[in-house]
């Protein structure tokens, strides 16, 4: 256990004190320990004492959960658990109070804040008030309450912390001029309050984002996860014939492949009453067949395969984010091997971190920044993951729940991140994040083509949890 602790912070450059070893050692999970420790020590740090690693853990409940665990896999035993603390379902505490939204924010701001100054370039941020009565050049983080333009071609941003709300001036002739500032997201800024201090001039942004240095590390896992989203189960435009060709693949190939895992990422069916309408597009229209008939297709899928599944928006759940798991009335007809969580989840499979959200966000983000569009999900998800939030804009067309605590919050950089709502098919790397938009399986929708929409259908993700090598395998052919 000593020698597999020290190769996964060598694999860092990060060397431990022999007093930081002993600590690690003593916990339950080393393995699971040294790796959460690892992803939470700032970029630059190489030799680590036994405070660095109390730091480094300190107030984070979730701290003793799995991530990034590097072990010998065997492909018969399934390896797959929600991560502490991100599943919504049973631990809803939202009743909409004005509390409830003041706790919810206060959440959201001390959560990303920690994060902004986990950033090796920020320090530590001095409260709004105190930095607008200096002279001299502060680091300030707050959460932003609106935008404005001025006539003149500059930009005035209001952002607050728990201190007060200040004015954030970018000047037209400021390189930061172009950047795309979005409401209730969290940043950091560099700047100077001006002379009469009614300004805050800002000389420098920053977002919380994925460390430069975060990297996929190469695991001994063999088994590999596909993806299904938006089955849409219950409309005329499911593509019945292309899934059966991808259930008779699975058939021949995934015990060899080590398919060892799906994730239906939301819609998995097309549920009723989502849009005006929507009846003429069903072929089954009563909600309780809908789900029955889906767990009949899912009876096709080999056994040896572990499935979950969470909502979308036209599943049979709130629609406001956090969604809770699929309630037990629409669960009973499902085999065992199929897990029902809420949405968003962070799942570790095998010891990677999988963060799945069905994206009705995505409708938001596109809503609100000039540069994003539907043709192009990726795009909005890796700026999700530069705000580590997967829904920022509050009071929008995408209902959040003030819970609590704000799930929509990438507390923790996953390994692999999928999304699904826009029915488009697609993968890209970020900072060795696997990111995937995991296609549909419904042919244009009537709304669609009224907005001259071309989805990718009939495509199945897959990634291989050691090597991270991603598959979009087509059944459209
Ligand atoms: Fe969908
Ligand atoms: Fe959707």
Same mark, same amino acid.
């Given at each position: 256990?000593? +020698?597999?602790?020290?190769?996964?912070?060598?694999?860092?450059?990060?060397?431990?004190?022999?007093?930081?070893?002993?600590?690690?050692?003593? !916990?339950?999970?080393?393995?699971? &320990?040294?790796?959460?420790?690892?992803?939470?020590?700032?970029?630059?740090?190489?030799?680590?004492?036994?405070?660095?690693?109390?730091?480094?853990?300190?107030?984070?409940?979730?701290?003793?959960?799995?991530?990034?665990?590097?072990?010998?896999?065997?492909?018969?035993?399934?390896?797959?658990?929600?991560?502490?603390?991100?599943? =919504?379902?049973?631990?809803?505490?939202? +009743?909409?109070?004005?509390?409830?939204?003041?706790?919810?924010?206060?959440?959201?701001?001390?959560?990303?804040?920690?994060?902004?100054?986990?950033?090796?370039?920020?320090?530590?941020?001095?409260?709004?008030?105190?930095?607008?009565?200096?002279?001299?050049?502060?680091?300030?983080?707050?959460?932003?309450?609106?935008?404005?333009?001025?006539?003149?071609?500059?930009?005035?941003?209001?952002?607050?912390? +728990?201190?007060?709300?200040?004015?954030?001036? $970018?000047?037209?002739?400021?390189?930061? $001029?172009?950047?795309? &500032?979005?409401?209730?997201?969290?940043?950091?800024?560099?700047?100077?309050?001006?002379?009469?201090? +009614?300004?805050?001039?800002?000389?420098?942004?920053?977002?919380?984002?994925?460390?430069?240095?975060?990297?996929?590390?190469?695991?001994?896992?063999?088994?590999?996860?596909?993806?299904?989203?938006? =089955?849409?189960?219950?409309?005329?435009?499911?593509?019945?014939?292309?899934?059966?060709?991808?259930?008779?693949?699975?058939?021949?190939?995934?015990?060899?492949?080590?398919?060892?895992?799906?994730?239906?990422?939301?819609?998995?069916?097309?549920?009723?009453?989502?849009?005006?309408?929507?009846?003429?597009?069903?072929?089954?229209?009563? $909600?309780?067949?809908?789900?029955?008939?889906?767990?009949?297709?899912?009876?096709? $899928?080999?056994?040896?395969?572990?499935?979950?599944?969470?909502?979308?928006?036209?599943?049979?759940?709130?629609?406001?984010?956090?969604?809770?798991?699929?309630?037990?009335?629409?669960?009973?007809?499902?085999?065992?091997?199929?897990?029902?969580?809420?949405?968003?989840?962070?799942?570790?499979?095998?010891?990677?971190?999988?963060?799945?959200?069905?994206?009705?966000?995505?409708?938001?983000?596109?809503?609100?920044?000039?540069?994003?569009?539907?043709?192009?999900?990726?795009?909005?998800?890796? !700026?999700?993951?530069?705000?580590?939030?997967?829904?920022?804009?509050?009071?929008?067309?995408?209902?959040?729940?003030?819970?609590?605590?704000?799930?929509?919050?990438?507390?923790?950089?996953?390994?692999? &991140?999928?999304?699904?709502?826009?029915?488009?098919?697609?993968?890209?790397?970020?900072?060795?994040?696997?990111?995937?938009?995991?296609?549909?399986?419904?042919?244009?929708?009537?709304?669609?083509?009224?907005?001259?929409?071309?989805?990718?259908?009939?495509?199945?993700?897959?990634?291989?949890?050691?090597?991270?090598?991603?598959?979009?395998?087509?059944?459209?052919?």
């Amino acid at each position: 256990m000593r +020698e597999e602790v020290l190769s996964a912070a060598a694999r860092k450059n990060v060397f431990l004190s022999p007093e930081a070893l002993e600590m690690v050692l003593s !916990n339950s999970h080393p393995i699971d &320990f040294i790796n959460t420790v690892l992803t939470k020590l700032s970029e630059n740090s190489m030799f680590v004492t036994k405070k660095d690693v109390m730091d480094a853990i300190a107030g984070d409940t979730v701290i003793y959960a799995p991530q990034k665990t590097i072990k010998v896999q065997n492909s018969h035993k399934l390896d797959i658990s929600v991560v502490p603390g991100t599943d =919504v379902t049973g631990d809803s505490t939202c +009743e909409g109070k004005i509390e409830d939204f003041a706790n919810y924010f206060r959440n959201r701001y001390y959560t990303l804040r920690k994060i902004i100054e986990k950033r090796k370039d920020f320090g530590s941020a001095m409260p709004i008030e105190k930095a607008m009565r200096m002279d001299r050049e502060t680091k300030i983080i707050g959460i932003i309450y609106e935008k404005k333009d001025t006539k003149n071609g500059h930009v005035i941003l209001k952002v607050e912390d +728990e201190t007060t709300m200040c004015s954030v001036f $970018i000047s037209k002739d400021s390189p930061l $001029i172009g950047e795309t &500032f979005i409401n209730d997201e969290v940043i950091g800024i560099a700047g100077k309050p001006t002379s009469n201090k +009614e300004l805050y001039i800002a000389n420098e942004i920053y977002h919380p984002d994925v460390p430069s240095s975060n990297k996929w590390v190469p695991s001994d896992s063999s088994a590999s996860v596909a993806f299904l989203s938006d =089955v849409h189960i219950g409309s005329y435009t499911f593509l019945e014939n292309n899934w059966k060709k991808m259930i008779a693949w699975l058939k021949a190939n995934s015990t060899e492949k080590e398919i060892d895992y799906i994730v239906f990422p939301g819609d998995v069916v097309d549920g009723i009453g989502v849009f005006p309408g929507q009846e003429e597009e069903l072929t089954v229209d009563n $909600i309780y067949d809908q789900y029955s008939m889906l767990s009949e297709y899912l009876k096709d $899928i080999p056994d040896h395969i572990q499935m979950v599944i969470h909502p979308g928006n036209h599943d049979a759940v709130r629609l406001a984010e956090p969604q809770p798991a699929l309630p037990e009335i629409f669960r009973k007809s499902f085999d065992s091997n199929i897990m029902m969580v809420g949405n968003p989840i962070t799942l570790n499979i095998e010891g990677r971190t999988v963060l799945s959200y069905h994206g009705k966000g995505i409708d938001d983000w596109i809503a609100g920044v000039r540069e994003l569009t539907y043709e192009d999900p990726l795009k909005v998800m890796k !700026n999700m993951m530069i705000r580590r939030h997967l829904a920022p804009m509050y009071g929008q067309r995408n209902a959040l729940a003030p819970e609590k605590k704000d799930y929509l919050i990438i507390d923790r950089v996953p390994d692999i &991140f999928v999304s699904g709502h826009v029915h488009g098919a697609g993968t890209m790397e970020y900072k060795g994040i696997r990111m995937i938009n995991a296609s549909s399986w419904q042919s244009q929708t009537e709304y669609q083509k009224m907005h001259n929409f071309n989805p990718d259908p009939g495509i199945m993700p897959i990634v291989g949890l050691g090597t991270g090598k991603t598959t979009m395998m087509n059944f459209m052919k």
